[in-house]
């Protein structure tokens, strides 16, 4: 099942959700405040405006020359 990623707008955190493909897009509920939580995708800002910056880049980084 693939792991899809999350992030709470409230809480300001970020967790990982197993699902099925065919429901990764229907809203996850936040295990710490229990309001929706919006699904992180990379290159992707939400309709809200209220996509945040994550501390951690998620899946596409660029190519370090290291
Ligand atoms: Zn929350």
């Known amino acids: ?5 999350y ?5 300001k955190i970020e967790f990982e959700l197993k699902r099925h493909m065919s429901e990764y897009n229907q809203p996850a509920i936040c295990s ?3 309001s929706k939580a ?3 995708i990379s290159g992707f800002a939400s309709k809200t405006g209220s996509y945040l ?3 951690k ?4 980084r ?3 020359g290291q």
Do not use: N, V
């Not at 099942?1 to 990623?5: D, H, L, N, S």
């Open 38 to 40: 919006q699904k992180l």
């Open 7 to 11: 992030h709470c707008p409230k809480c």
């Open 53 to 55: 910056q994550s501390p």
């Open 62 to 64: 660029a190519k370090a």
């Open 57 to 60: 880049p998620p899946f596409r």
């Open 1 to 5: 099942m693939p792991i899809y990623e």
């Open 32 to 34: 710490q405040c229990g």
